[in-house]
């Protein structure tokens, strides 16, 4: 047997080229090797315009606002908050911010615009009377979008950018700074990038106290970490007036090394990094700027941001997005301080028995104390404790395909407490799913239907009686009511099974009633069928208060 037996896929790697082989840096040494990280970039947040842009469902104006008031809370001084240009509900929430007192006098708003006159004129008209903005504008330099997407040759690129960014300058004030991203910076010839930057530094008359930010985007990953340092380090040394010039990156994560990318580029002489909280982005995401400052503050650093809350911050962000954050991101998913593992558990117990207040943190397994962030360890592993030493969570998701949510699984520990208590034996994954059946999954059967009447209008017909709401779900809860059952649904998740049960969906509701908490579950092979089981599940249970008739713990 050789070292490595591995065989060749049949996989087309052949069509794909390196690198090398598309642009070539011309640096031979570098510096950023042997640099380290002493102190936080600019932050600026994009998560309003290009994490925006990249939502199924794009943000309206309460949303945006809500996410805008908690960057402000965090610390982010720049904020790009919307492509005027490209929505009327964009330009709604930028004349929003500026006829509000939404913006604090040490906030500057940032707009993004293409290299169009009118786009420029509507990106201006919408931040007429704030008091400090940057003009955004991007056009694509790498040879393929020229050639393919805007139909023209080096020179004709150029002239473009350039007449844009003149006019940009008879329209901007004072209070305007510029901003210019040769979009797909990482795919463009070094010498092209440096002409057009070079020139508009120029033309824009940047100086020390009204700098230019020249953005250089990794809009599509293709190369290592290392690569796009030494893009970044090449700009650094060559652009013109650089005392004049803020650098600034926004790299993308279609190769999984985001973090790594903008980490690099500040070694090689980023000053300003754009990204997204909790990297949501189109593909695969911006960059991670929770990852990338709380790095920073697991080395000592100050992050210049807030993160004391991070499940705020999270819970803002899911809010407002719509989308999860995994609950395994790094610092702020739900299971980063929480071990299954035994040997993870004794070590961090004795690690957090020797820590001591006034010394370096020094606990196995854990970069960061937990309470830094508000979360607590102990307040994780508790619940997983009390149900069996592998966790209950763990085995009913590795064996049934369960992904329960986070309060779901300190309710039901609390069944397993109760039903190993007698006996003193450890449930194996089978007895914990059929308890998990009888606990939650078995509901008397009910014959209903549903239909949307109109739009955004549901009515739920059962044999309780009818309602009404914007969804199936608020319509049964509409039902449930005038048959005299008050219900709220207070948390709602649902997943398709992964294995074991015949179902392919899953659904879990934490519902108020008649004032108590109540969890129910629902299976079917419908997500809607699923869905509405586990309200009924939650309202059964509650008025049974609770008991369950299934199987013991033997």
């Known amino acids: 047997m050789t070292w490595n037996p591995q065989?060749?896929?049949?996989?087309?790697?052949?069509?794909?080229q390196s690198f090398d082989q598309r642009v070539e840096v011309p640096l031979t040494e570098r510096a950023w090797p042997g640099r380290r990280l002493g102190r936080a970039p600019l932050w600026v947040s994009v998560d309003l315009r290009d994490g925006n842009q990249a939502l199924a469902e794009p943000m309206d104006t309460p949303r945006k606002r809500r996410l805008f008031d908690l960057l402000v809370r965090m610390g982010f001084k720049e904020i790009e908050v919307g492509y005027p240009s490209a929505s009327q509900t964009d330009f709604d929430f930028v004349r929003h911010l500026a006829e509000?007192?939404?913006?604090?006098?040490?906030?500057t708003l940032v707009v993004f615009t293409a290299a169009r006159r009118d786009l420029i004129e509507r990106t201006f008209a919408s931040v007429e009377g704030l008091p400090r903005t940057v003009v955004h504008l991007y056009t694509a330099t790498a040879p393929v979008w020229r050639e393919v997407v805007l139909g023209r040759a080096r020179p004709e690129v150029r002239a473009l950018i350039t007449d844009a960014a003149e006019h940009m300058a008879r329209l901007g004030t004072a209070a305007t700074r510029f901003q210019f991203s040769p979009e797909v910076f990482n795919l463009t010839e070094p010498d092209f990038v440096l002409e057009v930057c070079d020139g508009l530094t120029e033309l824009w008359d940047a100086s020390p106290d009204r700098p230019v930010i020249h953005n250089l985007p990794a809009t599509v990953e293709i190369a290592t970490p290392n690569v796009y340092a030494d893009q970044i380090e090449y700009m650094h040394r060559h652009l013109a007036r650089r005392e004049s010039v803020i650098l600034s990156v926004h790299p993308h994560n279609d190769r999984g090394t985001g973090v790594a990318c903008a980490e690099l580029a500040v070694l090689a002489g980023a000053q300003r990094v754009e990204g997204c909280l909790f990297g949501n982005g189109e593909r695969t995401g911006n960059v991670d700027l929770v990852t990338l400052a709380m790095n920073l503050y697991a080395q000592g650093v100050d992050p210049m941001l807030d993160f004391s809350d991070i499940d705020a911050v999270r819970e803002t962000v899911e809010a407002c997005n719509r989308l999860p954050v995994h609950p395994r991101h790094p610092y702020g998913g739900e299971l980063v301080y929480t071990a299954f593992s035994g040997t993870h558990q004794d070590a961090i117990s004795k690690g957090l028995a020797h820590q001591r207040p006034d010394e370096p943190w020094r606990v196995p397994y854990l970069p960061i104390d937990p309470a830094d962030v508000g979360r607590s360890y102990e307040a994780v592993i508790r619940v997983n404790s009390q149900s069996g030493k592998g966790g209950i969570a763990h085995l009913l998701h590795t064996h049934y395909g369960l992904d329960l949510p986070v309060r779901?699984?300190?309710?039901?520990?609390?069944?397993?407490?109760?039903?190993?208590?007698?006996?003193?034996?450890e449930a194996t994954p089978q007895d914990l799913w059929r308890l998990f059946q009888?606990?939650?999954?078995?509901?008397?059967?009910?014959?209903?239907?549903?239909?949307?009447?109109?739009?955004?209008?549901?009515?739920?017909?059962?044999?309780l009686g009818e309602g009404s709401g914007n969804g199936p779900l608020s319509a049964l809860v509409d039902a449930l009511r005038g048959a005299g059952i008050d219900v709220d649904i207070l948390h709602f998740a649902e997943h398709a099974?992964?294995?074991?049960?015949?179902?392919?969906?899953?659904?879990?509701?934490?519902?108020?009633?008649?004032?108590?908490?109540?969890?129910?579950?629902?299976?079917?092979?419908?997500?809607?069928?699923?869905?509405?089981?586990?309200?009924?599940?939650?309202?059964?249970r509650a008025r049974r208060g609770g008991r369950t008739t299934g199987p013991s713990v033997r």
């Open 497 to 540: 099974a992964v294995a074991g049960p015949d179902s392919p969906a899953i659904a879990y509701a934490e519902c108020r009633v008649a004032g108590a908490t109540w969890w129910g579950a629902g299976q079917d092979g419908s997500v809607l069928t699923a869905s509405v089981r586990a309200v009924l599940s939650a309202v059964t």
């Open 438 to 463: 009888a606990t939650y999954l078995e509901t008397p059967a009910m014959a209903w239907s549903t239909a949307e009447v109109a739009p955004d209008e549901h009515r739920f017909t059962c044999e």
């Open 408 to 425: 779901l699984r300190a309710d039901f520990a609390a069944v397993v407490q109760a039903a190993t208590d007698g006996s003193g034996h």
């Open 100 to 107: 509000s007192d939404a913006v604090p006098d040490d906030v």
């Open 7 to 16: 065989r060749p896929s049949p996989m087309s790697y052949h069509r794909y």
